[in-house]
């Protein structure tokens, strides 16, 4: 049995220990936010923090995890208010959102080193292949989250999760809910 803390949470596998903790966190754990992306170390999607280090889950057995303290983007923060994320949102960083949590992951271990990053150290803490092409944005959020880090700048925070679109709307002004086709009066304006 592989036994570590898992988002704060002392958990042990009962699996083969050379299971890479990839699968252990999304097969076991049930926490899916760990992506699956190549499956050998290049695409960074399955990116976790241990034991305060960016490390790739489909590289690191669950035998090599044992005794240590893995983070994942479940356990960054339950109400996405981490500075990493909000500036991702703020900065419009994310299109598809696959390879975003390994990159959210590796910012914010990057962040705990060094509140202020130059834009070299941001870009080689972040090799995450990310298909829509959003790299100066994402240099550009984890600078900012630094400055939030650093309270030199606050971000008004995106809706929480399970808001109403309604509420949304209200709370951000150039959100609009769509109309719901059964509502009468429901064409776009």
Known sequence: MSRMTVNDRPVQFDMDP?????????????????????????????????????????????????????????????????????AMVA??????????PGIVMAAAALLQRNSAPSEA????????????????RLVRAVQRAGRVARRSETISAAPAPGISAEDAARAVPAMRPLPRDDAPGSEPD
């Open 18 to 86: 050379e299971t890479p903790l990839l699968w252990a966190l999304r097969d076991a754990a049930n926490l899916t936010g760990t992506k699956y992306g190549c499956g050998n170390g290049d695409c960074h999607a399955c990116t976790v923090i241990v034991d305060g280090a960016a490390l790739r889950a489909c590289l690191i057995t669950i035998a090599e995890a044992e005794g240590r303290f893995i983070t994942t983007i479940e356990g960054l923060s339950n109400d996405r208010s981490h500075a990493v994320q909000q």
């Open 91 to 100: 900065e419009q960083a994310i299109q598809c959102g696959f390879c975003t």
């Open 121 to 136: 150290e941001i870009k080689a803490a972040l090799p995450n292949i990310c298909r829509c092409g959003v790299y100066p």
